[in-house]
Nanobody, 124 residues
Framework: QVQLVESGGGLVQAGGSLRLSCAAS????????MGWFRQAPGKERDFVAA????????YYADSVKGRFTISRDNAKNTVYLQMKSLKPEDTAVYSC?????????????????WGQGTQVTVSS
């Protein structure tokens, strides 16, 4: 069982930056691949970024590639999403997710555990 708690969301102007954190409970965090997803009002949940359990492999949605960076600190049981050059279209609730296994995972239905989400609002 893994419990995930996101933090770091907020209101930022276009072009600004935010860093989201996702703290995980449990002693086996390093056994899980992690992902970030987002959902805007009235839209489906979209994949944003994923990282392997070691942190050695990452994968990004085209819409955020070059602007967002996913990373993890297994000693702190935390995964991060550094977001730069934010755009109004990045506005959404951002959620982290965990799945046992080493590889990056893109499909949301493959993840077993989800956080409650944190709101990111980018003003123009």
């Amino acid at each position: 069982q893994v419990q995930l708690v996101e933090s770091g969301g907020g209101l930022v102007q276009a072009g600004g930056s935010l860093r989201l954190s996702c703290a995980a409970s449990g002693r086996t965090f390093s056994s899980y691949a992690m992902g970030w997803f987002r959902q805007a009002p009235g839209k489906e949940r979209d994949f944003v970024a994923a990282i392997s359990w070691s942190g050695g492999n990452t994968y990004y949605a085209d819409s955020v590639k070059g602007r967002f960076t996913i990373s993890r600190d297994n000693a702190k049981n935390t995964v991060y999403l550094q977001m730069k050059s934010l755009k109004p279209e990045d506005t959404a609730v951002y959620s982290c997710a965990a799945v046992p296994g080493p590889h990056t995972v893109v499909a949301s239905d493959e993840y077993d555990y989800w956080g409650q989400g944190t709101q990111v609002t980018v003003s123009s």
